[in-house]
């Protein structure tokens, strides 16, 4: 069961050598987490061993992030992204996540991998908090989930194509 957290406005960040690891079964349920990823949520590794990632899953999130993300590693592909977690006591923490499928010797999907850096905070700051309070808004303004996630996906694609670069030229341009 994913707990009930509220979200606080304490921030918790970590060193730029740490390296926060899991791992996921096809449906993104915890395998593997390294300690400083217990660490930092405050989850024990055995706590979050078989939970669905979205235990540490932020509500200022937009959802058409883990559209794409999702989307993304359904054709195979990798991604990186800059999400905001939560920790056990509703604090939040900026990553910048770089998440893959692992594949078998017969190259077939065999779960996902995740392994994530402190993000620049002046990034966070000046582009993605805007970026995704924008997107959270338009999601947040469709009386239908499904409609809100279509919208506020449009919209990342526009603005995306609005700088004339594929998601990833953008996500390393900043
Ligand atoms: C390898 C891997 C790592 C993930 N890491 C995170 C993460 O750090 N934070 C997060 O909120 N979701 C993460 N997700 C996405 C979650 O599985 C989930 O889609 C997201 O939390 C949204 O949850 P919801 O659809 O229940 O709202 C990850 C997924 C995979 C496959």
Request: some cysteine; hydrophobic content about 40%.
């Amino acid at each position: 069961m994913k707990p009930r957290v509220q979200p606080t406005s304490e921030e918790v960040t970590f060193l730029s050598d740490e390296i926060i690891v899991s791992k996921t079964d096809l449906k993104g349920r915890i395998t593997y987490a390294n300690a400083t990823f217990s660490k930092i949520c405050g989850y024990s590794r055995a706590e979050l061993m078989n939970a669905p990632h979205s235990i540490i899953r932020h509500p200022d999130m937009p959802r058409c992030v883990f559209k794409l993300l999702w989307d993304q590693l359904g054709e195979e592909r990798e991604i990186f992204a800059y999400v905001k977690n939560m920790t056990r006591n509703g604090a939040f923490y900026w990553v910048f996540a770089h998440v893959t499928p692992s594949f078998d010797n017969n190259g077939s999907v065999i779960g996902y991998h995740s392994s994530r850096r402190l993000p620049d905070r002046g990034v966070v700051r000046e582009v993605i908090e805007p970026l995704y309070g924008a997107l959270l808004q338009t999601e947040a303004s469709y009386a239908s989930p499904k409609d809100g996630l279509a919208a506020s996906f449009a919209q990342l694609v526009n603005v995306v194509k609005s700088k004339a670069v594929s998601y990833d030229e953008l996500i390393f341009s900043l």
